[in-house]
C-alpha cells in the first residue's frame, strides 16, 4: 500500500483495516509492518464512511411555493456531474416572522466535488426563486401609519 491512496475503515494501537473488495473482507496490517505509517501525512476524511454530504441553507418569504423550488433542485442537481445521486433533500428547517429558512440537502463522492456542488446549487436556486418568484426574496418593510410628525423632523 505504500505510495498509493488507501481506506483505513478501523485503526487501533497496533494495527489497520483496510476493505477489500466485498463487505466482510478485509487486509490488516501490522503496524509493525508499516513504520511510515505514523510519520507521513494522511488525512482522515470521516469516521462512518467515504460518502459525503452537503448543505445549503437559504432564507426566503413565506410565500415561497415549494414544490417549485423541489422541482428546480432536483433538475439542478441531476445536470451537476459531482452529484452522486444518493441523497437529494429540500426542507423547511425554520420560520421566523419575517422568513423561513430552507435546508438543501445532496451529497458528492469527494470533499472538492461537494463543495462545487453546494455553491453551484445556492448559486441556481437564488436565481430561481429571483427570476420566477422576485416577490419571495426576504425584504425588510416598513409599515408606516399616517404622516410623518413634524415636530421630529424640524429638530
Not at 7 to 34: C, E, F, K, M, N
Not at 67 to 85: I, M, Y
Request: aromatic fraction near 6%.
Amino acid at each position: 500500500m505504500a505510495g498509493r491512496p488507501a481506506l483505513v475503515d478501523r485503526q487501533s494501537g497496533r494495527a489497520t483495516r483496510h476493505p477489500a473488495g466485498d463487505a466482510d473482507a478485509a487486509a490488516i496490517l501490522a503496524l509493525a509492518l508499516q513504520p511510515d505509517f505514523l510519520e507521513k501525512p494522511f488525512e482522515n476524511w470521516t469516521r462512518r464512511s467515504a460518502e459525503l454530504l452537503g448543505t445549503v441553507f437559504l432564507y426566503f418569504d413565506c410565500h415561497l411555493p415549494l414544490e417549485g423550488l423541489r422541482a428546480e433542485l432536483s433538475r439542478v442537481l441531476a445536470a451537476h456531474p459531482p452529484w452522486d445521486k444518493r441523497v437529494e433533500k429540500l426542507q423547511l428547517t425554520e420560520a421566523r416572522e419575517n422568513s423561513i429558512q430552507l435546508r438543501a440537502l445532496m451529497s458528492a463522492a469527494d470533499p472538492d466535488a461537494l463543495w462545487t456542488l453546494r455553491c453551484d446549487v445556492r448559486e441556481a436556486l437564488v436565481r430561481f426563486v429571483r427570476e420566477r418568484y422576485p416577490s419571495c426574496l426576504v425584504r425588510t418593510r416598513v409599515m408606516m401609519d399616517g404622516p410623518p410628525n413634524s415636530d421630529a423632523t424640524e429638530r
